[in-house]
């Protein structure tokens, strides 16, 4: 990994990783463990949380396709080795929340995954992402 090319997102938005039961299996206990190492970045990485989540929902039978994608997030980390949280001292204290969701963003289960972010001042404090435990069937807009 130390010539790999950096890269510039941890993963693409629109791409979505499936099964893949065609593709060749990998080394499990390598997947879960660079899946943990992945975990422990996103408590000062909350940039990576959602590509990490997504690919460790493949632990139980990790295919080429899912390293692939673990691999990315590894180089977007390599160029991206800068940054970070930053609290700095004095600042005010207005504490703003907020949250999204993406409309049956698994194609395997048809399930929604959504995410909340708070910050207090400048400095983000929490974030969360999740996966739906039921199927959403319907929507609404706000109108305006």
């Not at 422990?40 to 959602?50: C, L, V």
């Not at 700095?88 to 048809?110: E, H, M, Q, W």
Request: charged share 20%; aromatic share 8%; with cysteine.
């Amino acid at each position: 990994m130390d010539d790999a090319k950096e890269m510039k997102t941890p993963m693409h938005p629109s791409s979505a990783l499936t099964l893949d039961e065609d593709s060749p299996n990998v080394n499990q206990t390598q997947y879960r463990a660079m899946i943990g190492s992945l975990l422990y970045f996103t408590a000062s990485r909350p940039d990576i949380m959602f590509s990490v989540c997504v690919c460790a929902r493949y632990q139980a039978a990790p295919k080429e396709s899912h390293m692939t994608a673990v691999k990315k997030i590894l180089k977007y980390l390599k160029g991206t080795i800068n940054c970070g949280l930053w609290y700095p001292k004095g600042t005010t204290s207005n504490l703003i929340g907020f949250s999204d969701a993406d409309y049956v963003g698994c194609k395997l289960d048809r399930k929604s995954t959504s995410g909340t972010c708070h910050i207090l001042g400048e400095c983000l404090v929490s974030w969360h992402s999740k996966k739906q435990a039921c199927v959403a069937l319907l929507t609404v807009k706000q109108s305006t």
